[in-house]
């Protein structure tokens, strides 16, 4: 008896000695990362609540003023999504990303296949371009390429099939043209590019992307490092020609800054609200499962929407890189966001039951329900606050509003920060682009939140759906 008790007591501490597998120690690392996840949640909506607190606080005066003015009602409505809304939400932000831990990357030594559908409609100035990034990969796994010329006008596909013959594909990749006679919009093609996939994993890419050489890598490596309900993962897009002209550069800091901080806030919560179209994973069988690509403007978050609803964790993959091409005239710029907007209304026609979704997500899906009349207040009060202040009349902007300027040089000096060490660890250079910063921070909301007024009301009244981008 005592014979076999202290042997194993010495079995006991032996075992509780052996090293630990890399696997165990990722698996170690992920569940402790995934335990801190709540308490930063917490501690990130009390600092944004102490600091809507204190905003009430200090403006009372301000809402007494403009009472007198415009009744009690429409001064809180104003006042609240002029600066207690985006506080709130500017605050979380902040604390977010201060508090982030980059989840580990667990050692694949196996990469599953992947298939990457490349929708395209009249891309003739980019597509060259993107399937030579694309053959460039360095992927481990096999990986298909579909082109999915859905009956561009121009000579896409004819551009396609040149591009064929003169790449150098890797003997682990498959390049094949789905040449469609009839122009039916991006879901179809997509969704015919699924039914033809030979893999289990499905990327999607635009046809104006340069997917830098390790995207593929990256992105497929954060979806089988995150949780086992990860279901899609979001690249990181930016801006490939910025240097057009000032609206093109004014659009590099919304995707560098403002899409990109709002994306690593989300993931961190385990739901990225948008897989974009330019450059997201998917598994293949979550796709199935929803039915594929709706038919919709903004058929990629109406598709994340379907994943979330069902439970699932959408991620996001800082360092998988892929470069798009922006709008490069305000015509369409407007119909790009317009389009946006317009496809968060679809959004929550179909799912608006993810309001009452006990998750962290949740939160993120109520703001986006506060966008409307956040832009609405912004683009008949705000702005014609703006031109009354220059008139000498302060009932809207004035002094109380030029009081936060401190702590957006914060916000964004904390978002700039953490935008340039995911640059410089991929080994990127962040332009010194400051005519476009100056744009983006003082005048981009003056452009962007009226165009979304303008998708919104389009949806309302049921407007004819376009994709609206060439």
């Not at 990127?428 to 007024?453: D, E, T, W």
């Amino acid at each position: 008896m005592g014979g076999g008790f202290v042997g194993w007591r010495w079995r006991f501490k032996t075992s509780a000695h052996k090293p630990l597998t890399a696997e165990e120690k990722f698996e170690n690392e992920q569940h402790r990362l995934n335990r801190r996840v709540y308490v930063n949640f917490a501690i990130s909506f009390a600092v944004a609540t102490a600091w809507v607190s204190l905003s009430i606080w200090l403006s009372l005066r301000w809402v007494e003023d403009l009472t007198v003015l415009v009744g009690e009602i429409f001064a809180l409505l104003v006042i609240g999504f002029i600066a207690y809304v985006p506080g709130f939400m500017n605050f979380f932000m902040i604390s977010t990303l201060l508090l982030e831990r980059q989840s580990p990357v667990r050692a694949v030594t196996d990469h599953p296949g992947v298939t990457v559908l490349v929708a395209a409609y009249n891309e003739a100035a980019g597509i060259a371009a993107t399937l030579t990034s694309l053959a460039k990969q360095n992927y481990p796994g096999s990986f298909q390429v579909l082109i999915l010329n859905d009956g561009s006008k121009d000579n896409t596909a004819d551009i396609v099939r040149e591009m064929l013959g003169k790449l150098h594909i890797p003997p682990n990749a498959s390049f094949q043209l789905m040449d469609f006679e009839r122009n039916r919009g991006k879901s179809a093609v997509l969704n015919d590019g699924l039914r033809a996939a030979s893999h289990d994993l499905i990327a999607t890419v635009d046809g104006d992307c340069w997917v830098r050489r390790d995207g593929l890598t990256n992105i497929v490596e954060r979806l089988v490092s995150d949780t086992v309900n990860t279901q899609a993962v979001a690249g990181a897009v930016v801006v490939r020609n910025a240097n057009t002209n000032l609206l093109t550069r004014t659009q590099e800091w919304d995707y560098f800054h403002g899409i990109a901080a709002v994306k690593r806030t989300q993931s961190m919560y385990h739901g990225t609200l948008v897989a974009q179209g330019a450059f997201s994973l998917y598994r293949r069988e979550a796709l199935e499962d929803i039915g594929g690509w709706p038919e919709k403007v903004g058929e990629d978050i109406v598709v994340t929407w379907a994943m979330l609803i069902r439970g699932h964790r959408i991620g996001y993959a800082a360092n998988a890189f892929a470069f798009t091409n922006v709008p490069e005239n305000f015509r369409q710029f407007a119909l790009q966001r317009k389009r946006w907007s317009r496809g968060l209304m679809e959004a929550f026609k179909l799912y608006w039951p993810l309001l009452f979704k006990k998750r962290m997500t949740t939160l993120f899906i109520w703001w986006n329900l506060l966008f409307p009349p956040m832009d609405l207040i912004y683009t008949f009060a705000f702005i014609p606050g703006i031109i009354l202040a220059l008139c000498g009349y302060f009932w809207i902007a004035g002094p109380m509003t030029l009081a936060i300027m401190p702590f957006a040089v914060i916000w964004n000096g904390i978002v700039f920060r953490t935008q340039k060490n995911e640059f410089m660890r991929a080994g990127l250079k962040v332009h010194r682009n400051r005519r476009g910063f100056f744009c983006y921070a003082f005048i981009y909301s003056l452009l962007m939140q009226p165009v979304c007024v303008w998708g919104y009301m389009a949806e309302l009244i049921g407007l004819r759906k376009a994709w609206d981008t060439k």
